[in-house]
């Protein structure tokens, strides 16, 4: 069609004049051309050069490539650490160190198989050794998961693996000493808890930070003074039960230190079922103790407990866990083994217990009633925080506290030397109960902590243990037979000594400073432990003991303290797990 200028509008124009040269751009004379067609040649010229550089690309790598030209990315993968394994910001490394020999591996539960393959899989650590007769194969065997009668052998370390455990805190094993008596280095490892499992603990922080009630989790904002969780955060006192196939980190035979009333598989406990159970918060996963991250950790650091003898069930529960690692030396103990010092010598670690059942200061006193009769009546100074462990406080780093059934029993209440009144005293003209009391000396004990010249650490109080006795209490043949967790409801006592310790908890910390709040933790056990009516000794104790406790024709069975090893294991996960910002610092 033959149009002439005067007939077509200027747009028209110009674009007959792009498109007639269209078809020619990479012959453009940029000399010749108008201004105009100059322009439109750069602009061409730029659009079409992505296509140009995107189509040799993809010509590149298609499958017409030769193999040659990418066989080098097809054999240099990236290294595996960037998946594997994930940053640990703010805990120390520790070397990883293999075992001479092989504990008997376990079949994974539904749960750690789900949860594995959530995650990019990760090869298992192999510390069998192919000369030791005692590996045990288990291929789709749960059973053989359980070793017979608890009998667990616990892997020994060489030295070269315990100064590389000792280089990797300290950066040098030039100064280092191993001190043990017969020349040989008292330190071993569980099978379980390699340095492996260690970085998958802290796995955990990806669903949720795990922090105990009245603290913060590390870069959250703090606990509100009501007890609520902050969005985001695992609450680790919400949680099932649920099976678990690995066994106990220790056993009566790689344990010295199980004190006879709680060695439940030596006194002749028949079932181990007890054992094969893991508590699972609702939010996250609760790992086991890693004692070599642990006790590196705390190098040059000490943990004191305090409280009355589930105090020293807890404190022997964790001397069991990390003497795993190394045979600490027993530095003091009291005639009547209440008071215990530990000291872990390659780590300077030291771990204690002290007898203090009220955790302030008791006196037996004889009194003259009214009526003249005189009798000893023991005096509860309520506002007085125990010297006992007052002064063991003094340059620790974690002081745990816990008191309970103790206030069960008759006594005289002192505050500011001005006598209260009375609880279980026939003779007492002022009758006023232990509640009261028990809430007032919470709060003087909670307050006091932080205020010991000396002490600068973090206060834990844990929570009360409940008993499980059925068909009687201790003295008229109650009994706890149960073999597997529930069962039975929280009594009445618990329900309130526990409503006791949280109102006076969250009273204190609603008077405190950030920085002091941030001192004073507590630790929730007793939910959690209600549900285990199966962990108690029952009737499987030492017969001196049951002979010296029995009343008549009645044998007390033990339905308040817990077996070892056994569900009060996991008191400990909790406590170092939600300790996680003061530990690994």
């Not at 069930?313 to 009547?336: A, G, I, M, R």
């Not at 004889?366 to 009546?377: F, K, M, S």
Request: include cysteine; glycine fraction near 6%; charge should be negative.
């Amino acid at each position: 069609m033959n149009l002439s200028g005067a007939d077509m509008g200027k747009g028209e124009q110009l674009n007959i004049s792009v498109e007639m040269p269209s078809s020619k751009i990479h012959g453009c004379d940029f000399r010749s051309t108008g201004r105009q067609r100059r322009l439109v040649c750069i602009t061409l010229f730029a659009a079409l050069l992505p296509f140009v550089i995107t189509r040799s690309y993809f010509s590149f790598i298609s499958s017409d490539v030769p193999s040659e030209a990418t066989s080098f990315f097809e054999e240099h993968p990236p290294p595996s650490t960037h998946f594997d394994k994930p940053q640990r910001e703010g805990v120390p490394e520790v070397a990883e160190v293999t075992p001479l020999h092989s504990n008997s591996s376990s079949t994974p539960s539904n749960n750690e198989q789900m949860e594995s393959e959530s995650r990019r899989e990760e090869p298992e650590p192999n510390f069998s050794d192919e000369n030791s007769s005692n590996v045990t194969s288990t291929a789709g065997d749960e059973q053989q998961a359980k070793p017979n009668d608890l009998e667990m052998k616990n892997p020994i370390l060489n030295e070269t693996s315990v100064q590389s455990l000792i280089t990797s805190a300290n950066g040098s094993s030039s100064d280092v000493k191993i001190e043990t008596e017969n020349g040989s280095p008292a330190v071993n490892s569980s099978l379980e808890h390699s340095t492996i499992e260690a970085e998958e603990s802290m796995k955990d922080e990806k669903i949720g930070e795990i922090v105990m009630e009245g603290t913060e989790a590390p870069s959250s904002a703090q606990n509100s003074s009501d007890g609520l969780i902050p969005e985001g955060v695992c609450n680790l006192e919400k949680g099932n039960w649920i099976p678990d196939s690995q066994p106990p980190l220790y056993n009566s035979s790689t344990c010295k230190y199980i004190q006879g009333l709680q060695n439940c598989h030596t006194n002749g406990r028949p079932d181990d079922e007890y054992l094969y159970w893991k508590w699972k918060p609702d939010q996250c996963e609760l790992p086991r103790i890693d004692a070599a991250a642990f006790l590196n950790a705390m190098r040059n650091r000490s943990v004191v407990f305090a409280g009355d003898s589930i105090a020293r069930n807890q404190f022997q529960s964790l001397l069991c866990v990390l003497s795993q690692v190394e045979d600490p030396k027993h530095t003091y103990w009291s005639e009547d083994g209440r008071n215990n010092i530990h000291h872990f010598r390659l780590f300077n670690f030291t771990l204690s217990v002290r007898w203090s059942p009220y955790l302030v200061r008791i006196e037996e006193k004889l009194v003259t009633w009214p009526d003249n009769t005189t009798e000893n009546v023991r005096h509860v100074y309520l506002d007085e925080p125990d010297e006992m462990w007052v002064k063991a406080a003094v340059g620790a780093d974690i002081v745990q506290l816990s008191t309970g059934q103790w206030w069960y029993q008759r006594a005289r209440y002192v505050e500011k030397n001005v006598s209260l009144g009375c609880h279980g005293l026939p003779h007492c003209d002022k009758k006023i109960g232990f509640p009261d009391p028990y809430l007032k000396a919470l709060a003087h004990v909670m307050r006091g902590s932080l205020t010991i010249p000396g002490f600068n650490g973090t206060v834990v109080y844990r929570s009360f243990s409940p008993e499980h006795f059925e068909n009687g209490n201790w003295d008229t043949g109650g009994e706890c037979v149960r073999t597997t967790p529930g069962g039975v409801s929280m009594s009445y006592d618990t329900d309130h000594m526990y409503g006791i310790q949280k109102k006076s908890f969250k009273n204190v910390t609603e008077e405190l400073e950030t920085v002091a709040k941030d001192r004073l933790r507590l630790l929730g056990i007793t939910d959690l432990a209600q549900i285990r009516a199966d962990g108690h000794p029952n009737k499987y104790r030492t017969e001196a003991q049951k002979k010296a406790e029995r009343k008549g024709n009645v044998t007390p069975n033990d339905c308040l303290h817990w077996c070892l090893p056994g569900p009060i294991d996991t008191w400990n996960d909790l406590l170092v797990q939600s300790l996680h910002d003061v530990i690994f610092t």
